[in-house]
């Protein structure tokens, strides 16, 4: 069965950094677009940024470009979200989503054109 999982959430200070990882369970990450997404307490689910097929030009919210980046390893089956300067609006889960066309800033930001999701990972910013 087809399935993202996220790893590498955790506790991280403020204007510290963290790693998440995606990965696949019967799936090959390099036929898709990767998107990050996270959902604070309260809060409907966001986008964060997407990554294409060939890892090329990711697109980015304007609330974490400059902080954050995605990347990916194609043989290794695996997209990554590393976050630097993290603040505490950081904190929520984070996701993972699969989807079939492009990246672009629209699709990062738009939950619909996602159809398959990890169940997340928590990253909580505090000191």
């Known amino acids: 069965q087809f399935e993202l999982v996220e790893s590498g959430g955790g506790l991280v200070q403020p204007g510290g950094s963290l790693r998440l990882t995606c990965a696949a369970s019967e799936l090959k990450l390099d036929r898709y677009v990767i998107g990050w997404f996270r959902q604070a307490p309260g809060k409907e689910r966001e986008g964060v940024g997407c990554?294409?097929?060939?890892?090329?030009?990711?697109s980015y919210v304007e609330s974490v470009k400059g902080r954050f980046s995605i990347s990916r390893d194609n043989a290794k089956n695996l997209v990554y979200l590393q976050m630097n300067a993290v603040k505490s609006e950081d904190t929520a889960v984070y996701y993972c989503?699969?989807?079939?066309?492009?990246?672009?800033?629209?699709?990062?930001?738009?939950?619909?054109?996602?159809?398959?999701w990890g169940k997340g990972t928590h990253v909580t910013v505090s000191s």
């Open positions: 989503a699969r989807e079939s066309t492009v990246c672009t800033a629209v699709v990062a930001a738009r939950t619909y054109f996602f159809d398959l």
């Open positions: 990554i294409g097929t060939t890892g090329g030009s990711p």
